[in-house]
């Protein structure tokens, strides 16, 4: 028999009210700016991009590798977060702190988020072929709206695709915390982290229409604000763990 003991229980999040949204921008930014963290902080996700980027130009699996060393590097900054919180400057070799013990548990999240991207895109890339030949058929036999369907369609595959990659990235969002810092495993830490965004969505949906008017601000002069903003980010997602996963 298994020993209960041994297990970890699953964990439990917490509903908040959806003003959480802004809490989480603002602890982040406290955070940020935490014990002259800022400097390591944008360095880290700068690091971070770099990486990504190079990776994305190796042909074939450069793509491939990129989406795990970004999971992977999320974990590492999230016990980063962790470390600032508790009052411990964090240092850029935190970044790659994922690599180590957690290495295994984030790769296999990131597989199991690719192999879930990979079906939603084939499902749609499916229905798209099976409408595009059905416009043919009906343009051959004499039928011009059939063509013009096609556009109305490709609309339709477009809302299916962005509805159906929303799970996937509320999935995504809290899976490298609960990895790292509860030793969830992958699937768990994935399903737990769409259960608890799904049941705070109003919170998200406050912090999500945030993201966007910061992005925009960001955006104006040259890009630079992404230099806050992508810190930010990363701040705020383990503001939003802690919130709805740290016990009171």
Aim: aromatic letters at 10%.
């Amino acid at each position: 028999m298994q020993d209960t003991a041994t297990v970890p229980a699953t964990p439990v999040f917490r509903r908040v009210e959806a003003g959480h949204g802004v809490n989480w921008w603002s602890s982040a930014w406290q955070l940020l700016f935490n014990r002259g963290a800022t400097g390591v902080w944008i360095a880290m996700v700068l690091i971070a991009v770099i990486i990504g980027a190079a990776l994305h130009v190796v042909p074939a699996l450069g793509s491939v590798a990129a989406q795990m060393a970004w999971f992977v590097f999320a974990g590492g900054l999230m016990l980063a977060a962790r470390k600032t919180e508790e009052g411990t400057a964090p240092a850029i070799g935190d970044l790659f702190s994922g690599f180590g013990a957690h290495l295994g548990s984030l790769a296999l999240g990131a597989v199991l988020l690719m192999v879930g991207m990979l079906l939603v895109f084939g499902a749609l890339a499916m229905a798209g072929v099976t409408a595009f030949l059905a416009g043919l058929l009906g343009f051959s036999a004499g039928d011009l709206g059939a063509l013009a369907g096609l556009g109305a369609t490709s609309l339709l595959l477009v809302l299916a695709a962005v509805l159906l990659l929303i799970p996937i990235g509320m999935a995504a969002w809290l899976a490298p915390a609960l990895i790292v810092l509860q030793q969830r495993p992958p699937f768990e830490a994935l399903k737990t982290s769409l259960a608890a965004c799904w049941a705070n969505l109003g919170a998200l949906t406050v912090y999500g229409l945030l993201w966007i008017g910061f992005a925009i601000i960001a955006s104006i002069p040259l890009m630079l604000g992404w230099l806050v903003l992508a810190p930010l980010m990363a701040l705020s997602s383990y503001a939003a763990y802690r919130d709805l996963f740290a016990p009171d």
